[in-house]
């Protein structure tokens, strides 16, 4: 039995006359009549009480035609389905990001991409620059959000938003009422960063900067995420260098100063497999982009 069986059944069901039947499907009566036929055979029932005047169905006809409509109900949804993951509408994103992503244009994305796309179901995961490159590697996740520069062939990698250094005091800090901060002011200071080895471009661009200014920052205390980093700050464990997006978290016992000294710019960047095919995930991809046009355009 083939779908198309069951869509020869259901239309004679519904017309109750071969004649009208075959015209809807746009096929001579005679095949039409001998598929039928072939059918009851297959499934060793009558489905129509046949006479010269008039069609009918069977009560078996009956049963069976709420049946074969939802076969074919089903077989249409499962058409539309793959149609839509064919074209990224419907489907899953594994997305990894940094924790600071959160401060700058990934909410604005993840909102814009569940109102056009609801059937798509997004999982994210929050990791470190290096998970997220090993979690792209293992194919865990579809994309990652992360603090460049990063090396690495088998990835693409697309800078989307760059940003200055700033500086993250505690409140009660000496030098919390200076307008700006000179880096060599910092240079007997305790520091709070994240360990090299989670993301290392990150790590040597703060590093660069303060050695360009005669230095080399006393590392006091190590923490994964910026919000931990932050947070130690509040603590008065430390001072630390951080992306001046990191000023949308508002954080009791902090204050932010600019840097006295031009800076170079830290930059945030989507990174996926360079082999990567899936439709959803250049929809999202596609989606950030309108964003950023919008958000300099604006």
């Not at 200071?189 to 006393?218: N, T, V, W």
Request: include cysteine; aromatic fraction near 8%; glycine fraction near 4%.
């Amino acid at each position: 039995m083939e779908l198309r069986h069951l869509r020869y059944f259901v239309t004679v069901a519904e017309e109750l006359h071969f004649g009208r039947a075959a015209e809807r499907l746009q096929m001579a009566q005679p095949p039409l009549s001998h598929q039928i036929r072939q059918l009851e055979e297959e499934l060793g029932v009558q489905l129509f009480y046949r006479t010269k005047r008039s069609v009918q169905l069977t009560e078996v006809g009956r049963l069976f035609l709420e049946e074969a409509r939802q076969v074919l109900t089903q077989a249409d949804q499962a058409v539309q389905i793959i149609q839509r993951a064919s074209f990224g509408e419907v489907g899953r994103l594994a997305l990894g990001f940094v924790g600071s992503a959160t401060y700058s244009i990934l909410p604005d994305a993840l909102k814009t991409f569940r109102k056009r796309f609801p059937r798509i179901i997004l999982s994210l995961h929050e990791m470190t620059t290096a998970e997220a490159v090993q979690a792209l590697h293992a194919k865990r996740i579809h994309l990652g959000f992360v603090r460049s520069p990063i090396n690495d062939e088998e990835l693409i990698i697309e800078s989307f938003f760059k940003e200055s250094f700033i500086v993250a005091l505690p409140e009660s800090h000496p030098l919390a009422q200076e307008t700006k901060i000179c880096l060599q002011m910092l240079a007997n200071e305790p520091f709070i960063l994240s360990p090299r080895h989670l993301g290392s471009g990150f790590y040597d661009q703060i590093i660069a900067m303060c050695q360009k200014s005669g230095f080399s920052p006393q590392v006091a205390q190590e923490a994964v995420q910026m919000q931990t980093i932050v947070s130690l700050v509040a603590a008065e464990l430390g001072v630390a260098i951080v992306p001046s997006s990191m000023q949308n978290l508002q954080r009791v016992g902090v204050i932010y100063k600019v840097l006295a000294e031009e800076n170079p710019q830290v930059e945030l960047a989507m990174i996926w497999r360079r082999n990567e095919t899936s439709p959803v995930l250049h929809k999202f991809l596609d989606t950030i982009r309108e964003l950023i046009v919008d958000t300099r355009s604006g």
